[in-house]
């Protein structure tokens, strides 16, 4: 499955975005799909994913109760709300699907590219 990410851009501390992944096929109940996020010169880190069969949810902590990962199944796509945006928030946004849940990037084998995020202060 071919995903394609989209909805990032220039935002005020405190603002929100909300971020696309639209699938290019239907995605199977068993994958997860997930968020991942990379600063300039930092690692590739979680942020949200969700089960694609049950909508069980995954965040990472810094962003538990500012981001909500949802799914629009008739639309092969998932959404990031991301709300009360931080400096730190600022990054490239990645979404990424497999059938095994993990929180390293290694755990998902299909990617997007990336959206860019920025955070003003």
């Known amino acids: 499955v071919q995903l394609q990410a989209s909805g990032g851009g220039l935002v005020q501390a405190g603002g929100s975005l909300n971020l696309s992944c639209a699938a290019s096929?239907?995605?199977?109940?068993?994958?997860?799909v997930a968020w991942f996020r990379q600063a300039p010169g930092k690692e590739r880190e979680f942020v949200a994913a969700?089960?694609?069969?049950?909508?069980?949810?995954y965040y990472e902590d810094s962003v538990r109760g500012r981001f909500t990962i949802s799914k629009v199944s008739a639309e092969n796509t998932v959404y990031l709300q991301m709300n009360s945006l931080k400096a730190d928030d600022a990054a490239v946004y990645y979404c990424a699907a497999g059938i095994h849940y993990g929180t390293t990037h290694k755990a998902y084998n299909n990617w997007g590219q990336g959206t860019l995020v920025t955070v003003s202060s």
């Open positions: 096929s239907r995605i199977y109940s068993s994958y997860i």
């Open positions: 969700i089960r694609w069969g049950t909508g069980i949810r």
